[in-house]
């Protein structure tokens, strides 16, 4: 399905059939303040709650969803006519998650449950996106906002294999900021 990608839509979607859910993945984090390009909708619903399987199977029909890919036990995509949703259930786990998670208004009106900063990383480092929880890391230690840090990374309280990745980006930066704009100019993303 060649469909633009309008998560809101999708999301408000979900919210006319009453579907329980947080919100995880890109849009998650777009929410927290992060400039990251999202393809995709990620979400986490609770185990074992036949009634939200049920809202979450109408939303999805209306929705024009069609699965993509492997269906696996614990998760499954979906090309919807409102762009990519993947859907995932953490089984137990969800409920720290949701427990831990706020109501964002993201914008026309939609408001969802957001994962936290924390639950986000965390999320991404099981996956093994090294990156992008160094990514998130940053963001939430700048309180939330992608501007330069002020104090250098050796003074950070992060674990030492985030230091070491922050350490690469900023190197990738610095590099592509002096290739792009010369010696004279610096951008910070």
């Known amino acids: 399905m060649t469909q633009p990608f309008e998560p809101l839509r999708l999301l408000a979607g979900l919210r006319a059939h009453g579907v329980e859910y947080v919100l ?82 993201l914008g026309n009106g939609i408001v969802a449950r957001v994962a936290s900063m924390g639950d986000l990383m965390e999320l991404k480092r099981e996956s093994g996106d090294l990156a992008a929880a160094a990514h998130l890391a940053a963001l939430a230690h700048d309180g939330g906002s992608e501007s330069e840090f002020d104090d250098p990374v050796e003074d950070r309280e992060w674990p030492e294999w985030m230091n070491r990745i922050w350490n690469r980006f900023e190197n990738v930066d610095a590099y592509l900021t002096r290739v792009v704009y010369g010696d004279s100019k610096t951008i910070h993303s």
Not at 46 to 71: K, Y
């Open 24 to 105: 995880v993945g890109g849009l998650a984090s777009a929410a927290h303040g992060s400039r990251i390009t999202m393809d995709d909708v990620d979400i986490a619903i609770p185990p074992n709650d036949d009634l939200n399987l049920a809202n979450l199977g109408l939303a999805l029909r209306q929705l024009g969803a069609e699965p993509v890919g492997e269906l696996a036990a614990h998760r499954s995509s979906y090309d919807t006519s409102a762009g990519r949703l993947d859907i995932i259930e953490l089984g137990e786990a969800y409920g720290a998650l949701d427990e831990h998670a706020s109501d964002e208004d």
